[in-house]
């Protein structure tokens, strides 16, 4: 555990950038049920079903000490007037266009999100100090990296999708605003992140969209993938005790870089699962859920553009400075998704 470490203050104002996100909603929720003051934004964009976000927003409504505001960080004055309006001690930015293979098709969104939009959330930073900016980085900023697990400590220079690119970007520009302005800031590199109220967009949420409803679900690269399937829960855990850590300032008086409070961590399960051990585990979940044998007719296609064979993911210094490991099992995981997803879709 850190020198020093705090646990989360309810005296502090938590922005949280992509707030009826996935990842938002249950870190918004998280805080909240401790008493914290949360502000959300959220552009509220279809990339995917809308009705899941608006579905997410509903269960925060009931909290007093929350916040919503329908805008996008893309778009200046509205982060300007948010930080001056709300005064954030503590930003979560999860804002981003995200998918790996969306950013092929449609690369404008892209840069709009991710690149100019945490350039403003860096700049309101910067006019507005904050005790501690957290942004949300990717596990695909290790592209074709083929030594594993993936290490914090790995050069991370050969991005192989435009959504890598942007998340390795933000990594460099918020190491550059640390430096030159003193913001505390800490990029997390998640790893395939899955649960209940996901993102329609994912592997296991589509795949048991087309089981249902009798299609055909594609895996890719023939099935031989792997992946470093990490529980919501885990992901919020492990925020939280993030969030009121800042790091510690570097003590190097003969470096330029001497004084900057700047970290990067990986937060991943560890234990990357096969993708057709996946699958039976999902269609396993998916049968305990209905009732009935549930198995997927697949069909088995090359890799995709832009996707990676394998992400493996050392969470070490996650666990050495906050005394925290995910561990959520997928047939646990995959079983609280399955069962969600039964009663919220009405499946028979």
């Not at 959300?40 to 997410?56: C, E, F, P, Q």
């Not at 220079?157 to 003193?182: C, F, I, R, W």
């Not at 919501?232 to 993030?242: P, Q």
């Not at 300032?249 to 990357?272: C, E, F, H, M, T």
Request: hydrophobic share 35%; proline share 5%.
């Amino acid at each position: 555990m850190i020198e020093g470490y705090r646990e989360l203050d309810p005296n502090k104002t938590y922005l949280i950038t992509g707030g009826a996100g996935f990842i938002g909603f249950f870190l918004s929720k998280k805080l909240l049920e401790q008493g914290c003051r949360v502000v959300g934004i959220d552009n509220m964009n279809d990339y995917y079903d809308v009705n899941l976000k608006y579905s997410r927003l509903k269960q925060l409504e009931g909290y007093d000490h929350y916040t919503f505001i329908q805008g996008d960080i893309s778009d200046k004055d509205t982060v300007t007037n948010v930080f001056e309006e709300y005064k954030p001690n503590i930003v979560m930015n999860l804002a981003a266009q995200a998918g790996v293979r969306y950013s092929i098709e449609n690369p404008d969104s892209y840069i709009q999100s991710n690149i100019i939009g945490f350039y403003n959330i860096l700049e309101a930073c910067r006019h507005n100090p904050v005790d501690h900016l957290v942004y949300a980085s990717s596990s695909s900023v290790y592209g074709a990296n083929t030594k594993v697990p993936f290490s914090t400590d790995d050069q991370v220079d050969n991005p192989v999708s435009l959504y890598a690119a942007t998340k390795k970007s933000n990594e460099l520009m918020a190491h550059t605003y640390s430096q030159l302005y003193g913001i505390p800031c800490t990029g997390l590199r998640f790893f395939t992140v899955y649960g209940p109220m996901g993102r329609p967009d994912m592997a296991y949420f589509g795949f048991t969209q087309k089981i249902f409803k009798g299609e055909t679900i594609n895996v890719f690269n023939f099935g031989d993938c792997y992946r470093d399937f990490t529980y919501i829960d885990d992901i919020v855990e492990s925020v939280a005790r993030i969030l009121c850590n800042p790091p510690a300032k570097r003590v190097d008086k003969d470096s330029i870089l001497n004084g900057i409070q700047y970290a990067v961590y990986n937060i991943g399960n560890n234990q990357p699962e096969q993708l057709m051990d996946y699958i039976a585990a999902l269609e396993k979940a998916l049968s305990n859920a209905v009732g009935r044998e549930i198995v997927a007719e697949k069909e088995f296609l090359p890799m995709q553009p832009g996707d990676v064979k394998a992400t493996y993911s050392d969470s070490s210094p996650l666990e050495r400075d906050f005394d925290f490991k995910p561990s959520t099992s997928i047939e646990e995981g995959l079983q609280k998704f399955a069962d969600w997803y039964v009663e919220y879709y009405g499946v028979k």
